[in-house]
């Protein structure tokens, strides 16, 4: 069963592992009563993400399907569409969303990391997911999208994700504070176009073809909610796999050059998100010898495909020289994540820093004791108490 238990994070490779080892595809019940398959080894992975018999498009759901569904005007995005709207949608976006745009936002990812560290007392016990891998993100998809109210975003994205009875919002409210503060984004660009890739989205046009309104308030949705939330993740596992292994924190402050490789590595051993959005069967077929009905839900298990033995040598280690290395952490083929760069980006400018500076920093608490968030969906950490040493004593 998949589990919204926050403790499961504390083994689930172990269980990933165990499940990918025993077959091929598991049919498994979420938390919300629902029923799926499960595909967990790396070939099946990387073929269904490229299989247009699965589709994004709850239309193909059969009646039993209950899952997360956002209003109308959110939901024209590029991970509920299949092609040709995919691709029309795709090559607007792409118009916009370019790799010098990225490239450009280089300093100031770097201006955000050593702000955020400059603010950290070294020696006193500081949470890293507040203090640091929460508003790296949001200021650079700020930045990015020129939105103002970040304060706000996270806990909108929160109750959207990991609803609960703590929350400020419900997901009913998060989703109309958040459609509401879109459209003033777009108003707000419309009337005075800048450099950001707001205006640049506004502006995009294929011959007399363009974007409507829809399309655009889901997609600047879209890309808040895997710009910034997802990145949280990724940004506080990065920083963890760097506490349980000195050894290779030590090797990136002497060898730079190897942080590419490395980021790679802890995006397929401890990449965000474990587990696919939801795909449905738009005809029977067979899976790794199991059949799977039309309308049926299948989601893609990557945290297994990414430490699959049959892809993969010692996958359980981290290899700074594993070459190629297929993993899918940002899936695979025409829905592959379209914010891979910037992720990319601010990794880098996380792992520089905290290799660099702080060769001494650990834990504040047993590495049990971590709290994880809970969410199937989300490998991510609720805090990082953790205390910042620049150096080592003798050094």
């Given at each position: ?7 499961f994070?504390?083994?689930a ?13 598991h ?17 099946d992975?990387?073929?269904?993400f ?7 498009q ?31 949608l ?47 993100p ?54 005075r ?20 309104e ?38 990136l ?13 802890i995006?397929r ?30 989601m ?33 083929g025409i ?58 004593s003798?050094?």
């Amino acid at each position: 069963m998949l589990t919204d238990d926050p403790h499961f994070w504390a083994t689930a490779d172990l269980a990933f592992d165990r499940w990918r080892d025993e077959a091929p595809v598991h049919r498994a019940r979420t938390p919300d009563g629902g029923t799926v398959w499960v595909v967990t080894r790396h070939a099946d992975v990387r073929a269904a993400f490229a299989d247009p018999r699965l589709s994004l498009q709850r239309t193909y759901a059969n009646a039993g399907y209950s899952g997360f569904a956002l209003p109308p005007a959110l939901d024209a995005n590029l991970l509920n569409l299949d092609p040709p709207e995919h691709t029309r949608l795709r090559r607007l976006v792409n118009q916009a969303f370019t790799a010098r745009r990225v490239e450009h936002l280089r300093p100031v990812v770097a201006g955000h990391v050593d702000r955020l560290l400059a603010a950290v007392d070294p020696g006193e016990v500081t949470d890293l997911i507040g203090a640091f891998a929460a508003p790296l993100p949001l200021a650079v998809i700020g930045e990015f999208l020129g939105a103002d109210r970040l304060d706000q975003m996270r806990s909108w994205t929160d109750a959207l994700l990991a609803p609960g009875p703590h929350q400020l919002w419900t997901p009913r409210q998060a989703v109309a504070a958040l459609d509401d503060y879109i459209r003033e984004l777009i108003a707000e660009r419309r009337a005075r176009p800048d450099d950001t890739l707001t205006s640049a989205l506004i502006g995009a046009r294929d011959g007399d073809d363009r974007l409507t309104e829809d399309e655009l308030t889901s997609l600047i949705f879209l890309i808040l909610w895997a710009g910034y939330e997802t990145t949280i993740d990724a940004v506080g596992n990065s920083i963890l796999t760097l506490l349980r292994q000195p050894g290779l924190r030590d090797e990136l402050r002497r060898d730079p050059d190897a942080v590419p490789a490395a980021i790679e590595e802890i995006l397929r051993l401890s990449g965000p998100t474990p587990l696919s959005i939801r795909r449905f069967a738009t005809t029977d077929l067979v899976i790794g010898g199991e059949r799977i009905s039309a309308g049926d839900t299948v989601m893609l298990l990557i945290a297994g495909a990414n430490r699959d033995p049959a892809a993969f040598d010692q996958p359980s280690r981290t290899d700074l020289g594993r070459s190629p290395n297929a993993h899918v952490a940002f899936g695979h083929g025409i829905h592959h994540c379209l914010g891979a760069p910037l992720a990319r980006l601010q990794l880098t400018g996380t792992i520089r820093a905290f290799a660099e500076r702080y060769p001494a920093m650990a834990l504040a608490i047993p590495d049990s004791d971590l709290a994880w968030r809970s969410s199937f969906r989300a490998r991510g950490l609720t805090a990082l108490p953790v205390v910042l040493m620049p150096s080592r004593s003798g050094q």
